[in-house]
């Protein structure tokens, strides 16, 4: 069965950094590409990052370049979320993601990590 679990989120003060981790099982990890994504409340549902599946390719919204930095290792099944400089507005649950066709195209998510960052 396919399963993606966060874990890493927490209170922290602007300024400060934390570091998501996501472990992945059911699939093969390595083939696919992973993706990180955002909901605060009240607000849609965002990608933050996103990694190819032997992570030699990254991209990042606009907001978030600069300041994230998503990587992944392949032999632990498990992609991160490194966040520096972190802003009250980057409060949100977390969640992991990946999209995979064995049967149909389909996206998977984990249950998702709050981060808070307040003052």
């Known amino acids: 069965q396919v399963q993606l679990v966060e874990s890493g989120g927490g209170l922290v003060q602007p300024g400060e950094s934390l570091r998501l981790s996501c472990a992945a099982s059911g699939f093969t990890f390595g083939s696919v590409a992973m993706r990180w994504y955002r909901q605060a409340p009240g607000k849609e549902r965002e990608l933050v990052a996103a990694i190819s599946s032997t992570g030699s390719s990254t991209n990042y919204a606009d907001s978030m370049t600069g300041r994230f930095t998503i990587s992944r290792d392949n032999a632990k099944n498990t992609v991160y979320l490194q966040m520096n400089s972190l802003k009250p507005e980057d409060t949100a649950v977390y969640y992991c993601?990946?999209?995979?066709?064995?049967?149909?195209?389909?996206?998977?998510w984990g249950q998702g990590t709050q981060v808070t960052v307040s003052s």
């Open positions: 993601n990946t999209v995979l066709t064995t049967w149909r195209k389909r996206n998977y």
